[in-house]
């Protein structure tokens, strides 16, 4: 099982980024998956979730009505489309998935989710 993180770079604020996260040895269909994110200092959070059923999905506050996650069964692979971006947002961000969990599940405790991306560095500039 393999997570690759992708997309992210130096921005401005109020500019957009896409992350993408390309998934082997499993099927994102089959499974929740949710981006993660951690600003130096602070503790790694969830930012948002999305479950194997595409029936629930979860964004924290501080990124409702701003992000959207995504799935792309054909090529595997997860995006989290991220818009009007503010400072606040600097992070790396990381993609992972819970393989125990299915369903409804979309959990953004981020010890429930067991395989996890190489992270990759958001920058919003002011």
């Known amino acids: 099982v393999q997570l690759q993180a992708s997309g992210g770079g130096l921005v401005q604020a109020g500019g957009s980024l896409r992350l993408s996260c390309a998934a082997s040895?499993?099927?994102?269909?089959?499974?929740?998956i949710g981006w993660f994110r951690q600003a130096p200092g602070k503790e790694r959070e969830g930012v948002s979730c999305?479950?194997?059923?595409?029936?629930?999905?979860y964004y924290s506050d501080s990124v409702k009505g701003r992000f959207t996650i995504s799935r792309d069964n054909a090529k595997n692979t997860v995006y989290l489309q991220m818009n009007s971006l503010k400072p606040e947002d600097t992070a790396v961000y990381y993609c992972?998935?819970?393989?125990?969990?299915?369903?409804?599940?979309?959990?953004?405790?981020?010890?429930?989710?067991?395989?996890w991306g190489q992270g990759t560095p958001v920058t919003v500039s002011s």
């Open positions: 992972a998935t819970a393989l125990d969990y299915s369903g409804n599940f979309a959990d953004p405790d981020a010890s429930m989710y067991d395989y």
């Open positions: 040895g499993f099927t994102v269909e089959h499974h929740a």
């Open positions: 999305l479950s194997s059923n595409d029936a629930k999905t």
